[in-house]
């Protein structure tokens, strides 16, 4: 789990670190299209289990990739936080 944490704070510092160069209106557009996958990926997974009879190891990939998505999500949203909050 350690590991996990790191790679989750060291992607929300690299978007950030890409957030500090640009103006914000730039860095909301950049954010919402960079969003926009990852929910359209996770969307997908559901109405694949929502739709179909995925086999055991089906759903464990499934809920790997929809858990990747969420915390590339999570990122995302967080390192925006702190885009604004340094931005004050």
């Known amino acids: 789990m350690h590991n996990l944490e790191e790679n989750d704070a060291l992607e929300k510092d690299l978007l950030l670190s ?32 929502k739709t ?8 464990a990939q499934i809920i790997s990739s929809l858990f990747t998505d969420v915390i ?5 949203v967080d390192s925006i936080y702190d885009y604004i909050k340094v931005g004050r």
């Open 72 to 76: 590339h999500s999570k990122n995302i």
């Open 18 to 49: 890409r957030w500090k160069e640009m103006p914000q209106e730039e860095v909301l557009s950049e954010a919402f299209h960079e969003i926009r996958d990852p929910i359209y990926r996770m969307t997908g997974y559901v109405s694949i289990l």
């Open 52 to 59: 179909t009879n995925p086999t055991s190891d089906e759903i």
